[in-house]
């Protein structure tokens, strides 16, 4: 379980046997996160729950398989790429953002950048399937960042990003033409589930 509340940015420093099948990132952590890591031990990138299969100091291994490479962005990443990370949440722990699994649904693309002084828009396509669960003011995963959804329109959806979140996570470094990971609210997955079933009921003869 995760918060959504990016703790650190770490880079890829190994690609090992990459292909569309399987790899390995080689992960160079900020000391602060390293400590204390175990194997088997969760941790996110971009909001993608990965295992640790070896640990190397701050350098942390985890393997990636087709279903990862197919549903998220991680699998276009190359070595000097920066991810947002968050270590998994404990019981007792102060949940900040909204509670995430850690299981990225789609990868959607920003398609604008709206910048006002310390004001900064980001919006972003809305993929076909998953229209029914992002709604106004709800809360939404990208790149495992918990954020409230702004504006949304038929194509798009926006957020709005202050700049504590610019600074901790890639957002300070993203543009158009960028794709994100999305990992949609389960709570709101499942009302709005819920409702779209009892309502189809409902209209059978």
């Given at each position: 379980?995760?918060?959504?509340?990016?703790?650190?940015m770490?880079?890829?420093?190994e690609?090992?046997?990459?292909?569309?099948?399987?790899?390995?990132?080689?992960?160079?952590?900020?000391?602060?996160?390293?400590?204390?890591?175990?194997?088997?031990?969760?941790?996110?990138?971009?909001?993608?729950?990965?295992?640790i299969t070896?640990?190397?100091?701050?350098?942390?291994?985890?393997?990636?398989?087709?279903?990862?490479?197919?549903?998220?962005?991680?699998?276009?990443?190359?070595?000097?790429d920066?991810?947002?990370?968050?270590?998994?949440?404990?019981?007792?722990?102060?949940?900040?953002?909204?509670?995430?699994?850690?299981?990225?649904?789609?990868?959607?693309?920003?398609t604008?950048?709206?910048?006002?002084?310390?004001?900064?828009?980001?919006?972003?396509?809305?993929?076909?399937?998953?229209?029914?669960?992002?709604l106004?003011?709800?809360?939404?995963?990208?790149?495992?960042?918990?954020?409230?959804?702004?504006?949304?329109?038929?194509?798009?959806f926006?957020?709005?990003?202050?700049?504590?979140?610019?600074?901790?996570?890639?957002?300070?470094?993203?543009?158009?033409?960028?794709?994100?990971?999305?990992?949609?609210?389960p709570?709101?997955?499942?009302?709005?589930?819920?409702?779209?079933?009892?309502?189809?009921q409902?209209?059978?003869?």
């Amino acid at each position: 379980m995760f918060t959504g509340i990016v703790q650190g940015m770490g880079r890829i420093v190994e690609v090992e046997e990459p292909s569309e099948h399987f790899r390995t990132h080689v992960v160079e952590l900020p000391q602060e996160m390293a400590d204390n890591l175990k194997i088997g031990a969760s941790v996110a990138h971009n909001g993608c729950c990965l295992t640790i299969t070896r640990i190397d100091g701050n350098r942390i291994s985890f393997d990636l398989m087709r279903e990862t490479l197919l549903k998220t962005n991680l699998g276009r990443l190359q070595n000097g790429d920066a991810v947002n990370l968050e270590r998994a949440a404990k019981f007792g722990d102060e949940i900040g953002g909204h509670v995430m699994s850690g299981h990225v649904m789609a990868v959607t693309r920003i398609t604008r950048i709206d910048a006002d002084g310390l004001n900064r828009t980001v919006w972003f396509a809305l993929p076909e399937a998953l229209k029914p669960y992002i709604l106004t003011k709800g809360f939404v995963g990208l790149d495992g960042c918990s954020l409230t959804i702004g504006e949304v329109s038929d194509s798009e959806f926006n957020v709005h990003l202050i700049p504590e979140t610019l600074q901790r996570t890639l957002f300070g470094s993203r543009k158009a033409g960028d794709e994100i990971n999305i990992e949609i609210d389960p709570q709101t997955q499942a009302v709005v589930d819920t409702v779209m079933r009892v309502m189809a009921q409902q209209t059978k003869p």
